[in-house]
């Protein structure tokens, strides 16, 4: 047999090392220990505990980096004391750029849409890298405050592709767009725009489109409508918690984050210090990150055997003391659950889907790229051209938009540049505007070439020059020149402009 | 008798008249008469095929201006002819600030959570303006578009005032915010600031927050766990539309967008032209949006036996069309539907909260300010001091961070300033970072003072003359002046700074 694939392991804190014992010996009945080896890697509260701001240590770094795959149980960001949460520092720092998360009814799970029998069987795909959790924040005036929203066509490419890449491991045949591009109308439009290139790739896989408020209530109305959905990172993030609501909560819901490099398999539930130890947690969730990691390395057969035993266990009734509790059986604790799930490897279950055993891939299809040099640079518009046409100045002040007006209009005389509109808080208040519009301290200025004919020879010390001398008469929160790409403007228009 | 209130009243396409009409003979049941007049205003689809793009017409604008409250049946938006969505055009133009809505179980309408036995009521406050929705997007390079999110300090306030009164008049005693400062600490962290507050003048409503993705997770698993959240616009939105799902869509969920100066009260269904004219259309949501709208102006005597009303009847099995199938009873129309509530007023609920209509107020109790001459100016933080302490300058170049960062610190030669961090996607890349990061066309550079000491000397002039000596080498999509705000900086830092 080849050499076995070697996966990081860290149990986790509090339940997570009982939860994590119940998993892997489920791992280990159903021959998943053939083909992987786990390493542990340190993190977590000890790390935390010996003064480590990152919560992992220096060999646990090296485990994560060398294996590129890691299986992880809760743990905790210790409060106010500038530690900082591992999942967020693995997630950005490694590129783990889609989260993906599957949510099931699970038999005898207990919800609102198991009793009204309304069953659940989404995939939720969230971008998870940009989006406002860049962090990029600014407080501009004594009274307003930016977040830069950031999204990047290759950074869509990627989520949208490993979107495409699952739907079809797991034979969705129709995946959605979820996005609020009708009033993100840039942002989040590029985002649906490269969701549908990307869809060009995958012709066997139907596409739509939902803006997210409807997604949303759809999701509640009738949570059957959707297969798979792919959702920038704030919307991703909301839509994949509602998600777990419908199923019972994080304690049954998996989570995946996937990156080229380094891929994070978890459980998003809390460590539950008050249980700890008591031989009564539930791996449910944790073992369902475990399929969906050992989908993710080529072991579907392996996969699938599990799940299929999960459901069958839960079928008969077998639960935690967490869950079933109608079920008409006593609890059991996390090992016996193990146990009778490890025992019931090869059973499927009757009242949910069956997953396929076999015609499926049972062994190791893993790959990643060598250790970069550099950081590698993602492309997508590498041919577009574009030309400077004028720039967004934003001010501090509290003159009203008459009085501005003219004393910009002044600033503007003898060079190329015009004012031709200003607006608070996104509605347009100079030229015209209603005095009903209330202002707050900070302006959005627009100047443009007076002879759009001039684009040809602009550059960028003209605009620095209008700068320069707005900046002689007023504080200056930001300052943004305006583009044409390819003849068409990269910039939107005010309400009301 | 006092001078009747004047509302402007825009009936609505396709299905909007009749129900309109519905909704109007139960008014002049109820006496809503006896202390207001309606006032028909123009607007919607007549008006935009008459070429007039806001889809209101002079006169009707002037209607609404004078009156200030605005009563209106569903409207479509043309699309792709330019036409713009009344609805935005009248929320942004005249400062409707706040989105109230009230979600409750109704009786014989049946949904997921009306057949688990789990009764819906709580109300969603939406900030109405600012977040996303200012629709400030700019293509930054090739490969990445910006949109801003603006979050203001008096704006902020101004949707928590509107929260607590409406839980002061509706007798709700806890207030949640929702948000997600964990994640836009700056932003929604003011947000979140100022809900905190503007409590503090509500001494007798208890308080609480909730991060966005757990609220909509508990929203699915137990609503009964809110009666109020007040949220930022975009989350409100997503939010509002959950709850709309949850008690059976929107048909059966009233929306308020309140303002000073202008205040709406709509159906947010469409316009149901395959209906239309049918006398069958249901007009629940938009009485409900009417029964919101005399509790504004002081008819909460009104407003509560109607809604009593409305229940009593629905407890019946009276019903349209579209719901109420399982109630026994064959669907009647509209005319019938509204008949029905009219003779039920008087008669109270049994299986749902009863509304007093005793001991409440039952004249008009509304006041709006005079038309202003000018904007006006909102201010919350009026004694902030700030200082000057840097830039991020923001650059369109493929270099890498090792390559970049070098050619950077050339250019700073000889200034105050030195380089101290540059980020892609809001993850540092320099000085240090992980070659696992992968990067897009667009970098943040921070510049600081060599010397905070100087920060007192410090001007714009400075910072203008280091971005001109950039932008001699580099492409610059954005400047912002780095500021220290009261001693305490009002900037973020990177993720892994």
């Known amino acids: 047999m080849s050499q076995k694939l070697k996966i990081a392991l860290a149990e986790g804190d509090g339940i997570g090392p009982e939860i994590m014992g119940a998993c892997l ?38 485990i994560v980096e060398e294996t590129g795959l890691v299986y992880k149980g809760p743990m905790g960001t210790p409060v106010g004391k500038g530690g900082k949460s591992i999942n967020v ?39 998870n890298i940009e989006d406002t959790y860049g962090g990029i924040e600014h407080r501009l005036t004594a009274d307003v405050v930016e ?30 767009c979820g996005h609020k591009a009708n009033i993100m109308k840039m942002s989040d439009g590029l985002f649906l725009e490269r969701f549908k290139a990307i869809a060009e790739e995958y012709p066997e896989i139907e596409i739509g489109d939902v803006i997210i408020d409807a997604l949303c ?19 991703g993030d909301i839509v994949s918690d509602l998600a777990a609501g419908l199923v019972g909560g994080l304690g049954f819901a998996p989570s995946a984050n996937i990156g080229h490099n ?3 398999f978890e459980a998003v539930h809390g460590t539950a210090p008050d249980i700890a130890g008591k031989g009564i947690a539930n791996p449910t969730s944790l073992l369902l ?20 035993a999960l459901m069958h266990t839960l079928e008969q009734g077998v639960h935690t003391g967490d869950f079933g509790a109608n079920s008409g059986k006593p609890a059991v604790g996390t090992r016996e659950y193990g146990a009778a799930i490890a025992e019931s490897l090869g059973k499927k279950p009757s009242t949910h889907v069956v997953r396929p055993t076999e015609g499926v891939s049972s062994a190791i299809e893993h790959s990643r790229p060598e250790r970069p040099e550099t950081h590698k640079l993602m492309r997508t518009f590498t041919g577009s051209k574009s030309e ?37 808080r996104g509605t347009q208040v100079w030229p015209s505007g209603s005095v009903y519009t209330d202002i707050v301290d900070y302006y959005r200025c627009r100047f443009e070439l007076r002879d759009m004919g001039q684009a040809a020879g602009m550059d960028q010390g003209a605009l620095i020059g209008l700068l320069g001398r707005i900046a002689e008469k007023f ?19 005010a309400q009301g402009q």
């Not at 009085?403 to 004012?419: I, K, N, S």
């Not at 504080?475 to 228009?493: C, R």
Request: charged share 20%.
């Open 217 to 235: 209530m759809n999701l509640v109305l009738k949570p059957q409508a959707y297969d798979m959905v792919v959702l920038p990172n704030l919307q």
């Open 289 to 308: 990150s475990g399929i969906l990691m050992l989908r993710h390395v080529g072991l579907l057969a392996q996969a699938n055997t599990i799940e299929n």
């Open 25 to 62: 010996g489920i791992f280990e009945a159903a021959g998943v220990m053939d083909h992987v080896e786990f390493v542990p890697a340190e993190m977590g509260e000890r790390v935390f505990a010996a003064g480590n701001s990152m919560g992992i240590s220096e060999d646990g770094m090296r």
């Open 262 to 264: 380094v891929s994070i």
């Open 475 to 493: 504080a200056v929160t930001d300052f943004q020149p305006l583009k044409y790409y390819d003849g068409k403007p990269g910039y939107s228009l």
């Open 147 to 176: 977040c830069k929203r950031l999204i990047s066509a290759p950074g869509c490419d990627q989520v949208h592709h490993e979107a495409f890449q699952t739907a079809r491991r797991l034979g969705i045949t129709k995946v959605h």
């Open 388 to 424: 400077l046409v004028g720039c967004d100045i934003y001010l501090d002040t509290t003159l009203a938009p008459k009085a501005l007006g003219e004393q910009l209009g002044g600033v503007c005389e003898g060079t190329p540049f015009t004012l031709t509109m200003m607006s608070n």
């Open 89 to 127: 520092t693995l997630r950005k720092m490694y590129g783990a750029f889609a989260n993906v998360r599957h949510f099931q009814t699970l038999p005898n799970v207990e919800t609102v849409y198991s009793k009204a029998g309304v069953p659940i069987d989404v995939v939720i795909v969230r971008e």
